[in-house]
């Protein structure tokens, strides 16, 4: 079946660094979304972008389609930014997703 | 805008013992998603319904049924509760196809 890594596992920075992180996926994505997932638990829809380019806010994710990849950009980090975020594909357009395990990110004051 | 509601927000059950989760959405969505998120995991898909009384089953199905009644609600059922299931369990709902998904904020399941 499908497989998505990302990485890293868990990241920390100080309030107002960058943070950039990657989804690698084993089959081809037709639909690809990115998650935030607080610390209690509750998950919202972040981007949806199965290829391209796609800003929101201080989001920037860039998928590229061929080489099975996509990447989060979180610009000047605040602190709460701070929890998981998960990446998800689906190759059916059924919205059966199949999620990475995430990273953990923590953002210091 | 919508929301979903899962209860109960804590479960605990018996080793062996037959459980219940709920969720209701009032976003109208068609499509309809049980996943199941272990502890520092992703989700993985349990079941899923594109509309009322459909049932697909997804990757981890096993030890488990689900129900829906009407296109809001959409149940779990844990048929025999095991000790290597205490996870999150989380409801979902879209459109269908490629479309968002919207989540309920979960339950968690304890197994004595």
């Known amino acids: 079946g499908q497989q998505v890594q990302q990485s890293p596992s868990s990241l920390v920075l100080q309030e107002g660094e960058n943070a950039e992180l990657q989804c690698n996926f084993s089959s081809t994505a037709t639909q690809l979304q990115w998650f935030y997932q607080s610390p209690g638990g509750s998950l919202v829809s972040l981007l949806s972008n199965p290829s391209g380019t796609k800003h929101t806010g201080r989001l920037t994710s860039t998928t590229v389609t061929k080489e099975r990849r996509s990447s989060l950009h979180i610009s000047s980090s605040q602190t709460t930014d701070s929890g998981t975020y998960l990446c998800?594909?689906?190759?059916?357009?059924?919205?059966?997703?199949?999620f990475g395990d995430g990273t953990v990110l923590t953002v210091k004051p | 805008g919508g929301i979903i509601t899962q209860t109960p927000k804590f479960l605990i059950g018996q080793e062996g013992q037959k459980l219940t989760l709920k969720c209701q959405q009032n976003?109208?969505?068609?499509?309809m998603y049980w996943y199941r998120q272990d502890s520092g995991k992703g989700l993985r898909l349990i079941y899923y319904?594109?509309?009322?009384?459909?049932?697909q089953k997804g990757d981890l199905s096993e030890g488990y049924d689900a129900s829906r009644e009407k296109k809001s609600s959409f149940s779990l059922t844990v048929t025999s509760a095991q000790k290597n299931e205490m996870a999150v369990f989380l409801c979902a709902s879209s459109w269908g196809g490629a479309e968002t998904l919207y989540f309920g904020s979960g339950t968690r399941l304890t197994v004595l």
């Open positions: 319904s594109i509309t009322e009384n459909d049932l």
């Open positions: 998800a594909i689906d190759n059916t357009n059924t919205g059966k997703l199949t």
């Open positions: 976003f109208n969505h068609d499509t």
